[in-house]
């Protein structure tokens, strides 16, 4: 894990956090605030119900609705989110909307599908499940909101060597509101897209596996 006598200070943005950290030198800073949405439960009857995200899984409240369906997670987090609710659920090896719809495959026409996501979320596996002929419909749960001020967020980053993006909306949160050009810091993120999109920000970053047993040790080879 590097010099014993030295750790680095890395900040992870997500809104909820990595369920089990592996080490204590990671900091939990959210630069986004969940707010609950009102929802109605479609009539029709479902096959297949999908979660996208973790924060769809705790500001969701009708899990009855689970009962008997075939039920997918786009990610591990939210996976494991499922499971404290005893809600077992199939997740991508690799996670994301491209990787769930391999999951999926292109044979699912006799199948009904519920999304449950948050409000401006990506639409992407919506459009593929839509492509293949099927029925789908989704509920949003969620929306993310920026903070009304940043000035004292910013001052936890002051010594951050590393800063770990979960999303895309932190990355742009982060370098609109907080990040000091005259800082080095080195960025890391969970997923290709987010990766490209951080670079369309003029930014570089390296892709990790968050969902490592040691997500220090993960960062620490990566730098």
Do not use: H, W
Request: glycine share 4%.
């Amino acid at each position: 894990m590097g010099d014993l006598d030295y750790c680095m200070n890395i900040i992870d943005t997500s809104s909820n956090g990595k369920i089990s950290y592996s080490s204590n030198y990671i900091k939990n800073v959210p630069l986004f605030k969940i707010k609950l949405l009102n929802y109605q439960i479609p009539a029709e009857n479902f096959t297949d119900v999908i979660f996208q995200s973790v924060a769809s899984v705790e500001n969701f409240k009708n899990f009855e609705i689970c009962t008997d369906k075939n039920i997918f997670s786009m990610g591990e987090s939210t996976k494991k989110a499922l499971a404290v609710n005893d809600i077992i659920s199939r997740c991508p090896p690799t996670p994301g909307s491209s990787g769930l719809a391999k999951l999926l495959g292109t044979k699912i026409q006799k199948q009904k599908f519920l999304i449950i996501k948050g409000k401006d979320g990506l639409s992407d596996i919506e459009n593929f499940i839509n492509a293949q002929g099927s029925f789908c419909k989704k509920i949003v749960c969620y929306e993310r909101r920026e903070f009304d001020a940043y000035n004292s967020i910013k001052n936890q980053f002051n010594s951050a060597e590393a800063v770990i993006f979960t999303s895309v909306f932190s990355a742009q949160i982060f370098f609109d509101n907080i990040y000091k050009s005259d800082r080095k810091m080195s960025f890391f993120c969970i997923s290709k897209r987010i990766k490209e999109q951080i670079y369309l920000m003029g930014f570089e970053a390296k892709i990790i596996d968050y969902f490592s047993d040691n997500l220090y040790n993960e960062i620490d080879k990566a730098i």
